[in-house]
T-cell receptor
Framework: NAGVTQTPKFQVLKTGQSMTLQCAQD?????MYWYRQDPGMGLRLIYY???????DKGEVPNGYNVSRLNKREFSLRLESAAPSQTSVYFC????????????FGPGTRLTVT | EDKVVQSPLSLVVHEGDTVTLNCSYE??????LLWYKQEKKAPTFLFML??SGIEKKSGRLSSILDKKELSSILNITATQTGDSAIYLC?????????WGLGTSLAVNP
């Protein structure tokens, strides 16, 4: 029982490159979230998915796209990376939107040069 | 605009001290308030407080929700070096969590 897993753990991109961050959970949770965490800015919600087949924008969605591939997997794509997207990215899950206790993955540290 | 404010931003104490961390909020559709601990990795859940559960305790950690004052405190007694971390407060509305910036606690031996 791995909980929430994220790949990769670290990534360095050049400006303009694209990549997809992967998140998978084996907790049978319905809702999944993508956050970024930056010094002095706290955790900011990028996108979330209330349930399989639905996605919604969070606080800072610009420059990102998401796919809720199935109940287990929720991916985050950067189409054209910018230095401002250098951050630590966390995926989180809850049983449903009305359940507030979120379980986090280990994070992906992304650097865009 | 909904917001969650934590204070102080950082704190340095000696082992054995007692600390109190504060969280205040202005959230239109308040449902719950949560405390998380973050060491050098992902946040881990500590407590959730709601209108029906305004006080929680686990070992040396305890938390109280004051719905009248729109705030919460997290107390840590007899602090240990392992308590060094960032403590995050978040408030749940109808659909998501609104996060504070955290309090960075350093416990020196």
């Amino acid at each position: 029982n791995a909980g929430v897993t994220q790949t990769p753990k670290f990534q360095v991109l050049k400006t303009g490159q694209s990549m997809t961050l992967q998140c998978a959970q084996d907790m049978n949770h319905n809702s999944m979230y993508w956050y970024r965490q930056d010094p002095g800015m706290g955790l900011r919600l990028i996108y979330y998915s209330a349930s399989e087949g639905t996605t919604d924008k969070g606080e800072v969605p610009n420059g990102y796209n998401v796919s809720r591939l199935n109940k287990r997997e929720f991916s985050l794509r950067l189409e054209s990376a910018a230095p401002s997207q250098t951050s630590v990215y966390f995926c989180a899950t809850t049983p449903g939107l009305s359940s507030y206790e979120q379980y986090f993955g280990p994070g992906t540290r992304l650097t865009v040069t | 605009e909904d917001k969650v404010v934590q204070s102080p931003l950082s704190l340095v104490v000696h082992e054995g001290d007692t600390v109190t961390l504060n969280c205040s909020y202005e959230v239109t559709n308040f449902r719950s308030l949560l405390w998380y601990k973050q060491e050098k990795k992902a946040p881990t859940f500590l407590f959730m407080l709601t209108s029906s559960g305004i006080e929680k305790k686990s070992g040396r950690l305890s938390s109280i929700l004051d719905k009248k004052e729109l705030s919460s405190i997290l107390n840590i007694t007899a602090t240990q070096t392992g308590d060094s971390a960032i403590y995050l407060c978040a408030v749940g509305d109808n659909r998501k969590l609104i996060w504070g910036l955290g309090t960075s606690l350093a416990v020196n031996p």
